[in-house]
């Protein structure tokens, strides 16, 4: 606890106080007298976490050139007072982060295309590809898990929530290079490996290129686990949500129909890769808006809607449109 004393002419008392009352700290005025001028004393006691902005604040009123106008400071031992001990409660209670703040350090590393983020993905393909071709789950799971695809996914969603387009083009556009890097290795790979060993179609290349209308309800939900995980802090369910998702082995295998020219392969698994993303950003944007994540600044807060509120038609009306390509693809 400090305590702080402090003279001052009459004219700034309505400023000090003002002070002293944002701050809850009890005080005593003195009226006193120098030279025949009117000065008032103010003796405040002043728990130790908010002296030091208490004594910058009151030090900006002051004009402690004037020969009577000063302020003093000395630490006190010990205090007896049950309203200073629950201000100095108070004070000490850490105050909850808003939602908003909570997620900006979480998505802001994916709204940006980085080099870190293109080897981690060309080596996750790298592994679906193997996985995919030797006909083994446990290695595409392990794609899966290296996989940062995710990362992009969710800083589009969290940025169409608060109204910032241009992070969510770089967010999309981040999120397009991993996808396209994803294809194109598998592409190049498996252009390669064809004129080397005959390569087969295996049971989890041909279960990725079928899509069908659960895929897009299927990956709706896993965007609001998603989202419910960020929102809650838990970022280990998460790790369940991009297994589950299973974003590159299908982008893996639209590679591998491009290279093999096989259009019902690409079509198809270029289907489902749509409908994972298109139903993984709807589903987390779904969960932003319902717990109303929202910038802190009110005049942001309607233009922030206005945007929320378009991206969730257009996904939407992109959902709808996919579900029905994928019933069409699956009854040809």
């Known amino acids: 606890m400090e305590r702080i004393e402090l003279t001052t002419f009459l004219q700034q008392c309505e400023s000090i106080e003002y002070v002293l009352n944002s701050f809850e700290v009890p005080y005593q005025k003195i009226n006193g007298t120098s030279l025949e001028k009117e000065i008032i004393r103010y003796v405040i006691m002043v728990p130790d976490d908010i002296a030091h902005n208490v004594i910058e604040k009151l ?4 004009d402690t050139t004037q020969k009577d106008i000063y302020l003093t400071t000395q630490k006190v031992d010990a205090t007896v007072s049950g309203y200073l001990d629950k201000l100095n409660e108070k004070v000490q209670k850490p105050k909850k982060i808003p939602l908003y703040e909570e997620l900006i350090p979480l ?11 293109l080897i981690m993905i060309v080596i996750a393909s790298v592994v679906a590809l193997v996985g995919l071709y030797s006909d083994s789950p446990a290695i595409i799971i392990g794609a899966m898990l290296i996989s940062p695809l995710l990362g992009p996914i969710t800083a589009f969603s969290f940025n169409a929530a608060v109204g910032r387009p241009m992070k969510m083009l770089r967010s999309a556009f981040s999120g397009s290079l991993l996808i396209i890097a994803v294809v194109a290795t598998a592409a190049l790979l498996t252009g390669i490996l064809t004129h080397v060993s005959n390569l087969s179609i295996t049971h989890e290349i041909t279960v990725r290129t079928i899509a069908s209308p659960t895929d897009v309800a299927i990956a709706i939900l896993l965007g609001i686990a998603g989202g419910i995980a960020m929102v809650s802090s838990i970022p280990g369910i998460l790790v369940g949500v991009a297994i589950a998702a299973a974003l590159v082995p299908p982008a893996t295998v639209t590679g591998i129909g491009i290279a093999l020219l096989d259009w019902k392969i690409f079509s198809g698994s270029l289907l489902l890769t749509a409908s ?3 139903g993984l950003i709807l589903g987390s944007i779904i969960v932003f808006f319902l ?42």
């Open 276 to 278: 994972n993303i298109i």
């Open 59 to 62: 030090s900006m009123i002051l």
């Open 291 to 332: 717990r109303g994540v929202t910038p802190r600044k009110y005049y942001e807060k309607d233009k922030a809607k206005k945007y929320l509120i378009i991206t969730i038609l257009v996904f939407v009306g992109l959902s709808t449109l996919l579900g029905t390509f994928s019933f069409m693809h699956l009854i040809k």
């Open 107 to 117: 998505t802001e590393p994916f709204v940006k295309f980085r080099k870190d983020l």
